[in-house]
Every structure is written in structure tokens, then in C-alpha cells.
């Protein structure tokens, strides 16, 4: 193996879907400020996920609109005077 290639701050990391509050503990180099608890009850570094493979429709088989920003309201909002 390369020496010397690998992130100095790979450690162990919360990600989290907010989508449906789903979470798993892996190991990243991913920054985060936010903290968490785990079930273990030791203190990780928390990433926020818009979708992961629990909400992701591939691998849910179910198709769900994820609209974290309000993007598609102000679309239909901006433009329905043009569809009448």
C-alpha cells in the first residue's frame, strides 16, 4: 500500500436521512460541525443526508417527491398564470 495517501481525520460518523430520520454509523473524512449520540452512547460527528439508500426510490421501490427547498411550489406558483 501507498503511504501517506489517506485522510489524517478518518474516523468514525453518523450519517442521517432527514427524509425519514433514518441512520447508520461508518467510518468517513467528512467534515461536520453538528454532534451526536449514539445508541452506544458515545458522542459522533453528524452528517444530514437529503436521501440515502432508505428513502432513495431505487431501493425503496417506492417513487416520493423529496422537495427540501420549496423549489417546485415557487415553480407552479411563478408560472400558473401561464398554463391558464
Given at each position: 500500500m501507498?503511504?501517506?495517501?489517506?485522510?489524517?481525520?478518518y474516523r468514525t460518523v453518523v450519517f442521517r436521512d432527514i427524509s425519514n430520520?433514518?441512520?447508520f454509523l461508518t467510518?468517513?473524512?467528512v467534515n461536520s460541525k453538528d454532534k451526536v449520540i449514539w445508541t452506544d452512547g458515545k458522542e459522533y460527528p453528524l452528517v444530514k443526508m437529503e436521501i440515502?439508500?432508505?428513502?432513495h426510490p431505487f431501493f425503496t421501490g417506492k417513487m416520493k417527491l423529496v422537495d427540501t427547498a420549496g423549489r417546485i411550489d415557487k415553480f407552479n406558483k411563478k408560472f400558473s398564470k401561464f398554463a391558464k
Open positions: 501507498k503511504k501517506d495517501i489517506h485522510p489524517k481525520n430520520d433514518e441512520a467510518r468517513s473524512a440515502s439508500a432508505f428513502s
